[in-house]
C-alpha cells in the first residue's frame, strides 16, 4: 500500500513546519500558474478555462500517487503544441470537437501511462535519447514561439510547421494591428528583462533573497494586471480572452466514439512518452538534491492517474513542468501537498477570479508563451553533442528539422524511430579491441591506445559487449578478418569481463567459429567468463565442443599459451627480448 500510495509514507510525518513550507510554496506557484494554464490552454487551440480546470483534479491526485515531493504537475508547453497539432485534424474534418478531442486524448494518455506503469514498463523511456528529446524540445519552443507572433500582433494566423507560419505571416503582416503590438511588444520587452534583471535589482536595494525570487517569478502576473487594467480602463481596441465561465469544473465524459479513439492513439502514445521522460528527468533532477528517491514506474502510474483526472474534470493532457516544478523546489516546498494547496488555489482562482480576466489582451498572454518557451530552446546543444557523438548530432538535427518542417507529430515519432535504430545499430558493432600485456604488470589493455606486448601466435580479443543476436555476426566477421591479416596464429582467446549476458544466437556463433578455428588448427578460448554466462555455456554444447580452455583471468590464459613471454612482461626490461626469442 506504501508503494501505491507514497502519501502513507510521508503524510504520518507531515507537521506544521512542513505545512507552513507547502502553503508558502502553493501560494508562489499558483500566482505562476495561472497566466500559464490560461496561456497554454489556448496554445492548445482550447478555451481559457480549460487550463484552469487542468490545473485542478491532476495536482490533487498526484499529491495522492506521486513519489516526487516537489514535481508540479500541470499543462506544459510542449504537450500542449502536441495537443492542439492532435486535435485540429480531428475538428478539420468534423470527427469531434475541440473540447471533445482533449478530453479523449487526455483520458487515452492517462489509460496508456497507467497501464505502462502497472506493467513496470518504465524503462523504456532510456529508449529516447536525450540528444532527441533535447532536439524535439528545442524545435517545439522555435515553432510555439513563431506561433504566438501574430496574436502578439493581432493577427488570425495558425500553422502546423515553420515554413507554413512565416508564409503566413508574411501575408497578413500589412494587417497587423498597431494597438495589438503596442501592448504585446513592451510586455514581452518587460518579460525579458525581468528574467534576469529583476531579482538583482530587488537585492541591490535591499529585498529578502527570497521575497525577491517571488517577485521576480510573480513578473507575469504583474504584466497581467497592467495589462488588464489598461485595456479596461482605455478601452483599447484589441483582442482579449473575454468572458471566461466561473465555477469548479463538472464531471465529464470523453466521446466514445471508436474511430475517434483510433484516430488519436498514436498522438496519445506520443504525448504519454514524451510527457513521461519529461517528469522523470525533472522529478529524479530534484530529489536528487535531497538525496530522496523516485520510483520511475509509480511515476507513471501517478501520472497516469493524473491524466485521467484531467480529462473526467473537462481538462487537457498534462505533465510535470520543469521551470513550475523548480520554482516549487525552490520556494521550500517539503511534501506533494503542496501540489493539492496549488489545486486549491486554482479552484478559487475559477471561482472568483474570472470575471477580472474579461479585459485580459490575448497579446499578454502571447507574450507570456514566448518568454517561457524561449528558455527551452538550446541550439548550442547541437555543437556540444557534434564534439561528442556524430551519430547522436545527426539525429538531433533530423529530429529538429523534421519537426520544424513537417510538424510535432513526425519530427517525435522520427525521434524515437532514431533513437531505436541508433541503439540497435550500437548494439550491433560492439567495441573489439585487441590487447596486450602492459610491461611490468599483469594487466592488459588496447594495443591501439598503450605500449603493450603481444604474445606471437596468439590473438587477444576483448569484447567490450554483451553478446546476442544483432552482433554475433560482427564479431565473427572481426575475428575472421584477424585471423586472415595473422595467418600464423595457432590461439584466439575471447575475453568476456565486459560480456554480462550471451543469447542463443551468439552462442551457435561461438560453436560455429569454434569449429572453423579447429579445422584451421587454431585453438579457441576463454577468459574471465562471468556467471551468468558461464550458467549458459554450461547448458550448451559449446563448453563440451570448444577446442581451448576457459580461464578464470587472461594472465592465467597467457601464462599458460605463452609463458615465456608473459612471465618476462613482469620485467619491462626483458619483454621484448623474450618477445622477439618466441617469434623466432
Same mark, same amino acid.
Given at each position: 500500500?506504501r508503494?501505491?500510495?507514497p ?11 512542513a505545512?507552513?513550507? *507547502?502553503l ?15 496561456? !497554454? ?8 478555462e480549460v487550463?484552469l !480546470?487542468?490545473?485542478?483534479? %491532476?495536482?490533487?491526485?498526484y499529491a495522492?500517487?506521486?513519489?516526487? =515531493?516537489?514535481?508540479a ?18 475538428v478539420a ?8 478531442a482533449?478530453v479523449?486524448?487526455? &483520458? ?7 497501464a505502462m506503469g ?8 532510456n529508449?529516447?535519447s ?6 524535439f524540445?528545442? /524545435? ?12 502578439l /500582433?493581432?493577427l488570425? &494566423?495558425r ?10 505571416i ?9 494597438t495589438?503590438? +503596442?501592448?504585446g511588444?513592451?510586455?514581452? @520587452?518587460?518579460?525579458v528583462w525581468t528574467?534576469?534583471?529583476? $531579482?538583482p535589482?530587488?537585492?541591490?536595494v ?10 521576480? #517569478? ?7 494586471v ?8 482605455l ?6 480572452v473575454? *468572458?471566461? %465561465?466561473?465555477?469548479l ?7 466514445l466514439?471508436?474511430?475517434?479513439w483510433q484516430?488519436i492513439?498514436?498522438? @496519445? ?5 514524451v ?5 522523470i528527468s ?8 535531497r538525496r ?9 502510474v @501517478? ?11 473537462g ?10 516544478s ?5 520556494a521550500g516546498?517539503?511534501t506533494?501537498a @503542496? ?5 486549491a488555489?486554482?479552484a478559487? /482562482?475559477?471561482?472568483f477570479?474570472?470575471p477580472?480576466?474579461y479585459?485580459?489582451?490575448?497579446a499578454?498572454? /502571447?507574450?507570456?508563451i ?5 528558455s ?10 557534434a564534439?561528442?557523438s556524430r551519430?547522436?548530432?545527426?539525429a ?10 513537417? +510538424?510535432v ?19 550491433s #558493432? ?5 590487447v ?15 605500449? &603493450?606486448?603481444?604474445?606471437p601466435?596468439?590473438?587477444?580479443l ?5 553478446? !546476442? ?12 578478418a ?5 595467418p600464423?596464429?595457432r590461439?584466439v582467446v575471447l ?10 544466437s551468439?552462442l551457435e556463433?561461438?560453436?560455429a567459429?569454434?569449429?572453423r ?11 574471465? &567468463?562471468?556467471?551468468?554466462v558461464?550458467d =549458459?555455456l554450461?547448458?550448451?554444447?559449446l $563448453?563440451?565442443e ?8 587472461h594472465y592465467d ?8 613471454v608473459? #612471465? ?5 626490461? =626483458?619483454?621484448?627480448?623474450a =618477445?622477439a626469442?618466441?617469434?623466432?
Open positions: 500500500m508503494r501505491l500510495f502519501i502513507l509514507d510521508w503524510g504520518p510525518q507531515y507537521d506544521r513546519a505545512l507552513g513550507n *507547502d508558502l510554496a502553493a501560494l508562489i506557484v499558483t500566482i505562476m500558474l495561472i497566466p500559464q494554464s490560461l496561456a !497554454y490552454a489556448m496554445l492548445a487551440g482550447l478555451p481559457p487550463g !480546470y487542468a490545473s485542478i483534479a %491532476p495536482l490533487v491526485l495522492l500517487f506521486g513519489t516526487s =515531493r516537489t514535481l504537475v500541470g499543462p506544459v508547453a510542449v504537450i500542449s503544441l502536441m495537443t492542439a497539432a492532435a486535435i485540429a485534424p480531428l474534418t468534423g470527427m469531434a470537437d475541440q473540447l471533445g482533449a479523449a486524448l487526455a &483520458v487515452l494518455s492517462g489509460l496508456i501511462l497507467l502497472l506493467l513496470r514498463l518504465g524503462f523504456i523511456a529508449f529516447i536525450h540528444p532527441v528529446i533535447s532536439g524540445i528545442t /524545435a517545439s519552443g522555435l515553432l510555439i514561439a513563431a506561433g504566438q507572433f501574430p496574436a /500582433a493581432g488570425s &494566423v500553422g502546423e510547421t515553420l515554413p507554413h507560419l512565416i508564409g503566413a508574411w501575408q497578413k503582416a500589412p494587417e497587423a494591428s498597431l495589438t503590438l +503596442g501592448v511588444l513592451p510586455v514581452l @520587452a518587460f518579460l528574467r534576469s534583471h529583476l $531579482r535589482l530587488l537585492l541591490k535591499g529585498v529578502a533573497p527570497r521575497l525577491a525570487g517571488v517577485l521576480s #517569478r510573480a513578473a507575469p502576473v504583474l504584466a497581467v497592467a495589462t488588464t487594467l489598461a485595456s479596461w480602463g478601452q483599447l481596441d484589441l483582442p482579449v473575454g *468572458d471566461i %465561465p466561473r465555477g469544473p463538472l464531471p465529464t465524459l470523453p466521446p466514439d471508436p474511430a475517434l484516430a492513439l498514436l498522438p @496519445a502514445a506520443l504525448i504519454s512518452l510527457g513521461y521522460v519529461e517528469t525533472v522529478a529524479q533532477t530534484l530529489a536528487a538534491k530522496q528517491r523516485i520510483d520511475p514506474d509509480q511515476e507513471l @501517478a501520472l497516469g492517474i493524473a491524466n485521467l483526472g484531467a480529462g473526467f474534470s481538462g487537457f493532457p498534462v505533465t510535470g513542468g520543469f521551470a513550475r523548480v520554482v516549487n523546489f525552490d516546498a517539503e506533494p @503542496a501540489g493539492a494547496f496549488t489545486a488555489g486554482m478559487l /482562482a475559477t471561482l477570479l474570472t477580472l480576466l479585459h485580459l489582451p490575448k499578454t498572454l /502571447a507574450a507570456t514566448i518568454v517561457a518557451v524561449l527551452l530552446v538550446d541550439l548550442s546543444a547541437l555543437r556540444r553533442v564534439q561528442i551519430s547522436d548530432f545527426l538531433m538535427l533530423a529530429t529538429i528539422l523534421l519537426t520544424l518542417i513537417a +510538424g507529430e513526425a519530427g517525435i515519432s522520427a525521434g524515437v524511430i532514431l533513437s531505436i535504430l541508433l541503439h540497435l545499430w550500437r548494439s #558493432r560492439p567495441h573489439v579491441a585487441v596486450g600485456q602492459v610491461p611490468g604488470t599483469e594487466h592488459f589493455r588496447n594495443v591501439a591506445r598503450h605500449h &603493450v606486448i603481444t604474445a601466435g596468439v590473438l587477444s576483448r569484447i567490450d559487449e554483451s553478446l !546476442y543476436f544483432p552482433n554475433a555476426r560482427f564479431l565473427e566477421d572481426r575475428l575472421l584477424a585471423l586472415a591479416e595473422e600464423g596464429l590461439h575475453i568476456c569481463a565486459a560480456v554480462n549476458a550471451i543469447d542463443t551468439a556463433t561461438l560453436e567459429l569454434n569449429a578455428l579447429r579445422d584451421g588448427g587454431v585453438t579457441l578460448h576463454l577468459s574471465e &567468463v562471468k556467471g551468468p558461464m =549458459r554450461l547448458r550448451s554444447h $563448453r563440451t570448444l577446442s581451448g580452455q576457459v580461464f578464470l583471468t590464459a597467457m601464462m599458460a599459451l605463452a609463458p615465456e608473459t #612471465r618476462a612482461c613482469h620485467d619491462a626490461a =626483458r619483454c621484448e627480448t =618477445r626469442r618466441a617469434a623466432r
